[in-house]
């Protein structure tokens, strides 16, 4: 098949247009006539990642966050992403991502199943199709009232992840609870807005959360990595079902830090 036939495939789900103004998805290297027998997918097109995709005989990479996101001036050997472009390129391997579209049309509801949230409306709307309103998030009640240090371990058994960092009161109870998988400190306000009392997310900052926890909101960073692999494995279900004779591989979970 083809990396045009397989974008078409991606993209009558994952339309590009649902993307944020300032992100970069699509084909980001390589040629829309490349034949394509078998994909790679992963979070990040980090080293590593690349390296196991070559090692592997992909033919092409599919991640969930872009490895270029503004403009490139120069793509040489003497800096981490240009080596990385040029290593993909030399091996003819297309590299295509889907970030912001696929967490407007997938990953919010997504995440939100992984913890059995009931009710559900998105968080921060960004788009109506159909008179379905689509977005960043999804706020909605637990199965029932939990005391939020449970409410953390069940976060870390739902997404298979060690540890996470709690903002609040651990023996307060949370019913309402929003989620937003990646960095969730613009939704902060929308979460508040909607009565959500406890909002989990990732990369949030210490004033973030104590501002949060003020307000009467706990906040459990996941972790960018801890929330978003969800991702790759969804993706590899997703490719596996819809293009028949091509092998998806997934790469597996590996969190960029430890906690030691």
Not at 41 to 59: G, K, P, R, S, T
Not at 182 to 211: N, P
Request: aromatic share 6%.
């Amino acid at each position: 098949m083809l990396c045009k036939d397989i974008m078409a495939v991606i993209e009558d789900s994952y339309a590009r247009e649902y993307a944020m103004e300032w992100d970069n998805v699509g084909l980001l290297v390589g040629r829309t006539d490349k034949e394509i027998r078998r994909i790679y997918v992963a979070l990040d097109a980090v080293d590593e990642v690349i390296i196991e995709a070559v090692n592997l005989e992909a033919d092409m990479l599919v991640t969930h966050h872009p490895l270029i996101f503004g403009g490139m001036k120069q793509i040489t050997n003497q800096d981490f992403i240009g080596r990385r472009v040029l290593l993909m390129a030399r091996r003819d391997m297309a590299y295509y991502a889907m970030h912001t579209n696929y967490d407007v049309v997938r990953m919010a509801q997504l995440s939100a199943d992984y913890l059995k949230l009931k009710e559900q409306e998105v968080l921060e709307v960004t788009c109506e199709e159909a008179g379905q309103e689509k977005g960043l998030g999804q706020i909605g009640y637990l199965e029932e009232p939990v005391s939020l240090k449970a409410c953390c371990e069940g976060v870390k058994k739902a997404f298979s992840i060690e540890a996470v960092r709690v903002f609040g009161d651990l023996h307060r109870t949370v019913r309402k609870a929003a989620i937003c998988p990646g960095s969730g400190k613009s939704v902060i306000r929308d979460a508040l807005r909607k009565g959500a009392d406890v909002l989990i997310t990732g990369d949030i900052g210490h004033h973030e959360g104590i501002d949060a926890a003020a307000q009467g909101m706990a906040v459990i960073d996941a972790g960018h990595y801890g929330l978003e692999h969800i991702f790759v494995e969804d993706m590899r279900q997703y490719l596996t079902k819809k293009l028949a004779g091509v092998e998806v591989i997934a790469a597996p979970v590996r969190h960029p830090y430890m906690n030691i």
